[in-house]
């Protein structure tokens, strides 16, 4: 149904023009301010709009005609300083290009495509300070003042995000492209009822520091669908706050679906934290293909974050080409053989999470799962799994977690978890073991398979209190586990053949096999 005319502000008839070498600013958020008080559609017609950063208001619809671009200037002096959120920590920085804030019923529609001229903030990426022009480094000396962050946040963090919602409610973006961002592509933060759905988000896999596609921050009832990806870091990312402040503040990402969509390129496919202080859960991905993605499932904490990740499930998703289909990390950027800590409010959990009807191709690591050793995750479960961790190791120089002090290898791998299971699971590695359990409290492989040639052992148990084994196949190939240092109960039940013949148990472990 055609807006009326009443209802519609042309961006031409407030004086923008096209293809102009002057910005259209002034024209653009006139006519999306005089929209936000009576609500209706700001329409922006085939053709190239230069523009500094906008603002959108109240009931409003922005719609980009198809061969419509909204092209933001590169001009640090014509954005403003704000107060947002950026990587977790409420700061001062550079307006967002495009901006929903506190504002109720808005949609960003149509075909055309609206570009941040990232390249221009780009070039500052990694600069000295006497490097970056003198106006720059006053904008950058202000925001530190007023930030006074104590870690590895610097102020070049805080360039402008391409389009950001923030404190906002029923915020629909639908059909648009979305490109070439400063910093983050598109941000949803404390918001609510936020739906993307039929858009492209593009940035460059090379040269786009801090590229994220879509990042949901400490929102909830948020629906992404239908979306392609290609980002210069993770491409689907949802965070709640980092370490003290963001559990003082306390504002979980929660009710989240992500569907039907398609990632090419990227940090990782769906990424959870590491800014995750607030709680994550109830997020169900599903109908999604991966590629050439680094990782693709990827949950990422550390130490003194706290907060839960809980009640995830991941379904019918296709990998290809990825270090890693399968990372659940709490040691992000931080050494894996380190001693147990005191728990207190800022030790992360992980749990209940369900990864299910997955095939994931040419891959170089099959898994990493570590928890912490004063606090275990829980509850990984695995059912319908394909892997076939063939690629070489040194087809990309990625580690699967990015946690320090670890040899990659291309089998799974896991540490401190309480329990993870695995049903109905097809796992090729190009060496052995398949899978490795390091002071795991239990495991349960039901049904596992493997190819003829896979390299013995198996399945390797280092310090495991309780192993059930049901379903599997021995191919006569010794061993097919083997359990070294404190491990304990080995239980075998409804194998094919005579598995516990097939079970090596060393020395130093005091291992009791039980067939039934």
């Known amino acids: 149904m055609a807006v009326p005319d009443t209802d519609r502000f042309d961006i031409r008839e407030y004086g923008a023009i096209s293809d102009s070498d002057d910005p259209n600013t002034d024209a653009i958020q006139t006519a999306l301010d005089e929209c936000a008080e009576t609500?209706?559609?700001?329409?922006?017609?085939?053709?190239?709009?230069?523009?500094?950063?906008?603002?959108?208001?109240?009931?409003?619809?922005?719609?980009?005609?198809?061969?419509?671009?909204?092209?933001f200037v590169g001009d640090y002096d014509a954005f403003p300083t704000i107060e947002s959120r950026w990587e977790g920590w409420n700061q001062h920085g550079f307006h967002p290009c495009l901006?929903?804030?506190?504002?109720?019923?808005?949609?960003?529609?149509?075909?055309?495509?609206?570009?941040?001229?990232?390249?221009?903030?780009?070039?500052?990426?990694?600069?000295d300070d006497d490097e970056l022009p003198e106006g720059l480094r006053e904008r950058l000396a202000e925001f530190n003042e007023k930030n006074d962050k104590a870690d590895d946040v610097s102020s070049f963090t805080l360039r402008p995000p391409l389009f950001q919602i923030s404190e906002s409610e029923n915020v629909t973006v639908s059909g648009v492209t979305l490109q070439n961002s400063p910093f983050w592509n598109t941000h949803v933060v404390y918001s609510e009822n936020v739906t993307i759905t039929d858009v492209n988000v593009l940035n460059p896999a090379e040269g786009a520091p801090n590229g994220d596609g879509i990042d949901i921050d400490s929102s909830r009832y948020v629906r992404i669908s239908d979306a392609y990806?290609?980002?210069?870091?993770?491409?689907?990312?949802?965070?709640?706050?980092?370490?003290?402040?963001?559990?003082?503040?306390?504002?979980?990402?929660?009710?989240?679906?992500?569907?039907?969509?398609?990632?090419?390129?990227?940090?990782?496919?769906?990424?959870?934290?590491?800014?995750?202080?607030?709680?994550?859960?109830?997020?169900?991905?599903?109908?999604?293909?991966?590629?050439?993605?680094?990782?693709?499932?990827?949950?990422?904490?550390?130490?003194?974050?706290?907060?839960?990740?809980?009640?995830?499930?991941?379904?019918?998703?296709?990998?290809?080409?990825?270090?890693?289909?399968?990372?659940?990390n709490g040691y992000y950027f931080t050494p894996l053989d380190s001693e147990p800590e005191p728990v207190d409010e800022?030790?992360?959990?992980?749990?209940?999470?369900?990864?299910?009807?997955?095939?994931?191709?040419?891959?170089?690591?099959?898994?990493?799962?570590?928890?912490?050793?004063?606090?275990?995750?829980?509850?990984i479960?695995?059912?319908?799994?394909?892997?076939?961790?063939?690629?070489?190791?040194?087809?990309?120089?990625?580690?699967?977690?990015?946690?320090?002090?670890?040899?990659?290898?291309?089998?799974?791998?896991?540490?401190?978890?309480?329990?993870?299971?695995?049903?109905?699971?097809?796992?090729?590695?190009?060496?052995?073991?398949?899978?490795?359990?390091?002071?795991?409290?239990?495991?349960?492989?039901?049904?596992l398979q493997v190819p003829d040639d896979q390299a013995a052992p198996i399945i390797d148990l280092e310090n495991v209190d309780r192993t059930r084994i049901r379903g599997c196949a021995p191919d006569g190939e010794s061993p097919f586990v083997r359990a070294t240092r404190e491990t304990e109960t080995i239980e075998l039940a409804g194998n094919f053949g005579d598995l516990a013949d097939d079970v090596e148990i060393e020395a130093e472990s005091d291992a009791t096999l039980e067939s039934f």
């Open 99 to 127: 901006w929903v804030t506190d504002a109720e019923n808005v949609e960003v529609s149509g075909r055309g495509t609206i570009d941040g001229n990232g390249q221009y903030w780009w070039q500052f990426y990694g600069a």
């Open 39 to 71: 609500g209706g559609t700001v329409y922006v017609p085939a053709g190239t709009f230069r523009t500094g950063p906008l603002r959108i208001g109240d009931r409003t619809t922005l719609h980009l005609d198809p061969g419509a671009t909204l092209t």
């Open 346 to 379: 800022g030790t992360p959990m992980v749990r209940n999470v369900t990864f299910s009807n997955i095939t994931a191709r040419n891959v170089e690591t099959a898994g990493f799962f570590a928890g912490l050793p004063e606090q275990y995750f829980e509850g």
């Open 229 to 328: 990806i290609n980002a210069g870091d993770d491409a689907i990312c949802i965070k709640s706050g980092k370490n003290a402040e963001g559990r003082e503040l306390g504002e979980p990402a929660s009710q989240i679906t992500v569907t039907n969509c398609t990632v090419e390129a990227g940090h990782g496919g769906v990424v959870i934290g590491s800014e995750m202080s607030g709680d994550v859960r109830d997020v169900a991905v599903t109908n999604c293909t991966f590629t050439d993605t680094d990782r693709g499932v990827r949950i990422k904490t550390q130490r003194d974050r706290g907060g839960v990740v809980e009640d995830l499930r991941f379904d019918n998703i296709v990998m290809r080409r990825i270090a890693s289909p399968f990372t659940i």
């Open 381 to 447: 479960e695995f059912d319908n799994v394909r892997i076939d961790a063939t690629r070489p190791l040194d087809a990309t120089d990625l580690d699967p977690a990015m946690a320090s002090g670890y040899e990659q290898t291309h089998g799974l791998f896991c540490k401190s978890i309480a329990d993870i299971s695995f049903n109905d699971v097809r796992i090729r590695t190009a060496d052995g073991p398949a899978m490795r359990f390091v002071d795991t409290e239990s495991v349960t492989v039901d049904g």
